[in-house]
């Protein structure tokens, strides 16, 4: 029994999925008892816990809402036996013809309350205001003598729901949370809470969401502040889990705080969380790589195996006349290294009956990128035939740079379900590699010494096409995700020729982009759901 002023509040940091509301409230259900058996009093879930996150256009459908309340009410009943445990869940609600963000307390078979979201985001992946209608009523309730009061997410952004809540007299303040990941992002949630609860005087428990959904990768790293804006809490990243925090008087008691992850970390256990829920989550069996000899196929084969497992991965060489030598030795090592299953599939004979069967359109024509292509489309149209038989689905290998100038073969090497390092730019990679291999040795040092190149004609290397990756991820990173211009480009030191040339290539190569798969967002900015830009159009910086 808790004495007065003594409260035990859990973090439910769950992985839910977008539609699976059966399988969401199961998952609730289950955090909910254990928590109960730790002796919890409060369990808070994340943001639109119940049925995931995004739900995107789901949420313009009437039966998404019925079906919604229908088990929202089922998992009330079903607690009802957790005497006086509370229970925070996120649900979308429908109200007259009204809708909503919710997040409602369920406690001894009731619904006793419901906090509407104020802050609709609006803004890089989000799009709230297509689909929910702002409140601004405060959501306070009281136990052993701390009030507590209800935020969802954006609503902390900024200072007038925490104030309000304040003003109701609540000590702490919970705040279910759906926020994606990018690099760097728990430095600027710590920072934003801080200064709009903390420094209105209160405490708050930060549950945010875990696992992966298309593009968004949810880190989960929830939290616990005391009053001055301390972390006293902190749970893992990248992984379920559930985490129990007692308060006294309003303030949270600490507990020893894990170790920070480094960038390279952060992003090895995103893209990593990404593969294995996309893949789990739509019901692929297995996964299938082009392997080439090169650090793309390489960095993604040991994503796939460290979130899939070796036996659900299949790595398959083509290789054609203008392979190296080394390409073969280094893929045959790498798949030994990691035990996936290996098959190599040359395609030189196909690419001699494409040529054949062009002859006449061709004739008297120089070969150029053309004949590249056809290499890289015979390659792409043989993994998605092994994709068709097997059910596996292919992970594409090109990386943010590539994707950003176009370096990329639509049908080729595009070809495929789901794109591992698509905001990975190529400098990145690298040290993505070397992090992987600080774990275990799986990549050959001659992989990622070598010069990267398609292999498409003979002595191709990528620096043939684009200007040295340091320059050009340098340029993409602030053009395209810091939003500079030109100008600013140039004022940094960087050449009026590698400037236009890149800003250019951006620009054309739209229309690839938008056929290309969806792959885990790592960057603040990707192309994706955050970058918008017409395939038409002739503005020129």
Known sequence: MNRLGSVNVAIAQINSTVGDLVGNSQRIAHAARQAAELGADIVLTPELSLVGYPPEDLLLRRSFYAKSEQTLHALATELADLKDLHVIVGHPLQQ??????????????????????????????????????????????????????????????????????????????????????????????????????????????????????????????????????????????????????????????????????????????????????????????????????????ALTLAIAVDALGADKVRAVMMPSDYTAEISWVDSRDMVARLGVRYDEIPISDCFTAFRHSLDFEFANLAEDATEENIQARIRGTLLMALSNKSGSIVLTTGNKSEMATGYCTLYGDMAGGYAVIKDIAKTLVYRLCHYRNSMSDVIPDRILTRAPSAELRPNQTDQDSLPPYEVLDGILNLYMEEGQGVAELLAAGYRQEDVDRIVRLIKINEYKRRQAPVGPRVTHRAFGRDWRYPITSRFKE
């Open 96 to 297: 007259g013809l009204l809708h909503y963000n919710a997040a409602s307390l369920l406690c001894n078979g009731r619904i006793i309350a419901s906090y509407r979201k104020h802050a609709l985001p609006n803004y890089t992946v989000f799009d709230e205001k297509r689909y929910f209608i702002a409140a601004d009523e405060v959501c306070t309730f009281d136990l052993r003598g701390i009030r507590f009061a209800i935020n969802i997410c954006e609503d902390t952004w900024y200072l007038d729901m925490p104030a309000r809540a304040r003003a109701a007299g609540a000590q702490v303040l919970l705040v279910p949370n759906a926020s994606p990941y990018h690099m760097n992002k728990q430095h600027l949630r710590l920072d934003v809470m801080r200064e709009n609860v903390c420094q209105q005087g209160m405490a708050l428990v930060y549950a945010n969401l875990v696992g992966a959904q298309d593009e968004l990768v949810f880190d989960g790293s929830s939290f616990v502040m005391n009053s001055a804006g301390d972390v006293c809490v902190q749970a893992p990243s990248f992984k379920e889990s559930l985490t129990l925090v007692e308060f006294d008087a309003g303030q949270p008691k600490a507990q020893p705080l894990p170790e920070a992850l480094s960038l390279e970390a952060q992003v090895y256990e995103a893209l990593v969380l990404g593969v294995r829920d996309y893949v789990g989550k739509n019901g692929f069996p297995g996964a299938i790589i082009g392997l080439s000899g090169g650090v793309d196929s």
